[in-house]
């Protein structure tokens, strides 16, 4: 199976040309027209789109981008550590994003910082953003001992901030009610309330890096390096459980029909039902870390170590796979015009048109369920 190569470079972006493998029939949809941004280091984030079609990425270059949807950059900021942190972008076009150095950046549209927090360690966390524009994300303390979820105020004031016993990675997901869900090295998923208390607490087995999904009746899903997914009611009673053969670190995204995708550190990309069975699997090159993203026409897309990014339908049989020999960690992102981006751990950040339908309309079809990364159910 051959992979697109680049066939211009100039100025960091590289232009690639129209690419199908493995298509089903004549007229199948494939991987069309795209074009790629270098950035210096190895891409993580998982892309956000702004309101003026904008893409926002970071990098371990240290710099967050801004790129222009034909491919070209529009500005980029420079940090102090490696922004594996996904951005996020409020209805205004502010985007926000954490960084290693400890920081939360507060940006402008045009690129200009509007404030930074403090926080007492790494950020790696995404935040989420509420209704009412106020910001939640997560820190890792490097000494372990005084990780927490922050709840930040429009102007950069703190709220209040909800201690963990263990570093927070995992990103917040905010409920219709405003409850903040979250997961933490000291083994558990959290349930906090827009004042910064507890409602509940699930333990798992081991760390939970994964990131929760939010289901149409408050349902709350998640993964966890004991090799489980776990689906949660409201309440925090255990609804199922399912079983993978390694380290869930990977995010859930959700289908009409309720149904549950995911990866594992396995190798294997999994269809769980509404009840907590295997509908299939798909047996990638390597571990698969990031969140899977899904298009109107239901056509599932997520990157794997070592594997590049593949496309597969709704029953889980391959129609291409994209850069094959490229590790992707970073979690694809479809915008409203169809477009899909992610980041590769070659540093380049890529765009590939999928489907002019934009992104499937369900409770949670993407990381960061849509494509401004703002993670709130409204």
């Known amino acids: 199976m051959n992979r697109i190569r680049p066939i211009l470079l100039a100025i960091g972006m590289v232009a690639l040309g129209s690419y199908v493998a493995n298509p089903r029939d004549e007229g199948e949809r494939c991987a069309l027209e795209t ?179 939010i289901g149409v009746d408050g349902l709350v899903v998640f993964g966890s390096d004991d090799h489980f997914v776990y689906a949660l009611a409201e309440d925090g009673t255990m609804k199922w459980r399912f079983l993978t053969g390694g380290p869930v670190i990977s995010s859930p995204v959700l289908t009409m029909e309720g149904n549950v995708l995911i990866g594992s550190d396995d190798g294997r990309f999994y269809s769980i039902d509404p009840k907590g069975n295997l509908n299939w699997f798909f047996k990638a090159a390597g571990w698969i870390q990031t969140a899977a993203a899904i298009d109107a026409a239901g056509t599932v897309y997520f990157g794997c170590h070592g594997g590049g990014l593949y496309a597969l339908t709704a029953q889980g049989d391959l129609i291409w796979r994209f850069e094959e020999d490229t590790s992707v960690s970073s979690s694809p992102t479809i915008s409203e015009a169809g477009q899909l981006f992610f980041g590769a751990q070659n540093g380049r950040l890529y765009a590939v048109g999928v489907s002019p339908g934009g992104i499937l309309q369900t409770a949670w079809p993407m990381f960061r369920r849509d494509p401004a990364h703002r993670a709130a159910v409204e």
């Open 35 to 213: 074009w790629a941004l270098e950035t210096g280091g190895p891409i993580l984030s998982s892309p956000a789109v702004g309101p003026n079609g904008d893409i926002y990425v970071g990098s371990r270059d240290h710099f967050l981008y801004a790129v222009k949807p034909d491919g070209s950059l529009r500005w980029r900021f420079s940090t102090t550590g490696r922004v594996d942190s996904s951005p996020a972008v409020d209805s205004e076009g502010n985007i926000y994003v954490g960084c290693e150095d400890g920081f939360l950046y507060a940006l402008r549209p045009d690129g200009t910082l509007r404030w930074t927090f403090r926080t007492s360690g790494a950020v790696d966390s995404s935040p989420a953003i509420a209704p009412d524009g106020s910001v939640y994300v997560g820190s890792t303390d490097r000494q372990l001992g005084d990780s927490a979820l922050y709840a930040i105020e429009r102007d950069g004031s703190l709220r209040w901030s909800f201690a963990t016993a263990g570093p927070v990675v995992s990103s917040p997901s905010m409920g219709s009610d405003g409850t903040l869900y979250f997961g933490s090295f000291d083994y558990h998923l959290y349930a906090v309330d827009p004042g910064g208390k507890v409602k509940w607490a699930f333990k798992t087995g081991t760390w939970v890096r994964s990131s929760p999904a």
